[in-house]
């Protein structure tokens, strides 16, 4: 039998049109030309071979410099977020098998763990070494959103590449950006979709504000762009939003509710926006393109090379795309019997449609009753005042918790309209909840913020306590 040589990121940069195309961050600018040929490690890429190695920088381009280099190389890429807690580091190694830090920190950061550390960054330089047999690496991804020591997801590149598909020629050229960090899922979709494609990548940077990232981004000439809907939130509410003119606009990571998916219509009304389920686990579900919150109830009733279904009320994927399986010695099974993974993510079906409607660990009981509060959220939302809102418990001697809700206000509705403006417009959210949630739905308080906090990675900052 053939030997069949792994596809690897290097080799097909390698082997595509790179003319012109490049990784940009706030403080560099990579030509793709130079990283095929190139190297940004300390050491020869060989003395990695085959091993199991954490990526563990501080810089994105570092980290991307790295996982190009590596993977066919290294058999295991282990990808470190930024925010990934110090303490959580040791375990992680020790799970992952990890070998070798590869690093643009001081390696003194990585003493108490034991391990060599290679150093990598800018700029890169003519790889001399001889080329040697690939490998077929795995890529390691944390979880987020999760306590204590995050789960470890090993992909395959085909698998994080299985939806990916050969984009039609343009005239304009293809420039992709992302608001995640590509050391989540969600951005590592979004690099490996510009690597794949004839397509240069701007980089986000944890400490821009987000009026120097748009104009960044503009300077770049972004054509499309991914975030998620706490991300596309605060941009329209930004006053430089229209900076940029993307051609096509992505949401992903959270429920995309009709408000903000019309909001980006009317703030960018020449740009293409779709929305993208995907998780770490399961990888890309489906694309929605209609312009609609939710997605066709067709698409759990028909076929493709995805199939979900709907059991105890959250969807269930079985995937080509999805993880191959958890890693670690304790690690739980990752899909049942039938090769379906539990997303956890909770959907009901109206007509011929299916909504999101939260996450089955997010739920608050009132007196017995079950609410999620991105389903509060989305009807908040849609009041013409409202650009953004998060819904929690709070605790109650009789009801056990009762629902309550944090708004943030469109730029265009004025402190000084009058007194008692801030109780009129509450009693006007209260009233439309009333008009549409049960009453137990229905939050007691609203107050108004000027800002709501979201995670490192794009999502709002819950806490159901």
Not at 281 to 293: Q, R, S, Y
Not at 368 to 376: F, T
Not at 384 to 399: D, E, N, T, W, Y
Not at 400 to 419: H, M
Request: hydrophobic fraction near 40%; glycine fraction near 10%.
């Amino acid at each position: 039998m053939a030997h069949t040589r792994p596809r690897t990121l290097g080799g097909i940069l390698r082997g595509a049109g790179l003319t012109g195309r490049r990784i940009l961050g706030v403080d560099a600018s990579v030509s793709l030309d130079a990283i095929a040929v190139g190297t940004s490690l300390a050491v020869d890429r060989q003395t990695l071979a085959g091993r199991s190695v954490l990526i563990a920088t501080d810089d994105q381009m570092t980290a991307a410099l790295a996982v190009i280099e590596l993977d066919g190389v290294a058999r295991r890429m282990v990808l470190s977020p930024p925010d990934l807690r110090p303490d959580y580091l040791a375990a992680i190694v020790d799970d992952a098998e990890v070998d070798a830090i590869v690093s643009d920190r001081d390696p003194g950061t990585f003493a108490a763990i034991g391990k060599p550390v290679v150093g990598c960054g800018l700029p890169v330089a003519a790889y001399e070494g001889a080329p040697s047999e690939p490998c077929a690496t795995e890529w390691v991804l944390l979880t987020s959103g999760t306590t204590g020591v995050p789960k470890m997801v090993v992909h395959s590149l085909d698998g994080l590449t299985a939806a990916i598909t050969t984009p039609p020629p343009r005239e304009r050229p293809t420039v992709w950006a992302t608001f995640y960090d590509i050391r989540r899922y969600g951005g590592l979709q979004i690099f490996l979709r510009a690597m794949l494609g004839d397509s240069s990548l701007v980089l986000s940077h944890a400490g821009e504000t987000i009026v120097d990232h748009l104009h960044r981004l503009a300077a770049s000439g972004v054509t499309h762009i991914s975030g998620t809907p706490s991300h596309w939130r605060r941009t329209i509410m930004c006053a430089t939003a229209n900076a940029i003119a993307p051609d096509y606009i992505r949401l992903s990571g959270e429920i995309a509710d009709q408000a903000i998916l019309n909001a980006l219509h009317d703030t960018f009304p020449d740009a293409a926006i779709g929305h993208a389920y995907a998780s770490t686990e399961a990888g890309v579900g489906f694309a929605v393109d209609d312009g609609l919150e939710g997605f066709p109830a067709s698409l759990i009733e028909g076929g493709g090379d995805v199939s979900m279904k709907v059991e105890d009320g959250s969807l269930r994927i079985r995937s080509p795309r999805g993880a191959d399986r958890y890693l670690g010695r304790n690690a739980e099974p990752l899909t049942d019997a039938d090769g379906f993974i539990d997303t956890g993510d909770m959907i009901e079906r109206r007509g011929d449609r299916f909504y999101f409607v939260g996450r089955r660990g997010g739920i608050i009981n009132v007196g017995g009753l079950k609410v999620h509060p991105e389903e509060v959220e989305a009807v908040i939302n849609r009041h013409q005042g409202v650009r953004m809102s998060l819904v929690k418990a709070r605790k109650s001697p009789i009801m056990g918790s009762i629902v309550v809700a944090e708004v943030v206000l469109n730029d265009n509705q004025p402190a000084a309209s009058g007194e008692g403006w801030d109780d009129a417009l509450k009693d006007e959210i209260i009233h439309l909840c009333r008009g549409t949630l049960p009453q137990h739905k229905v939050p007691a308080t609203i107050r108004f913020v000027p800002a709501l906090t979201v995670t490192a990675a794009g999502k709002l900052a819950r806490d159901h306590a």
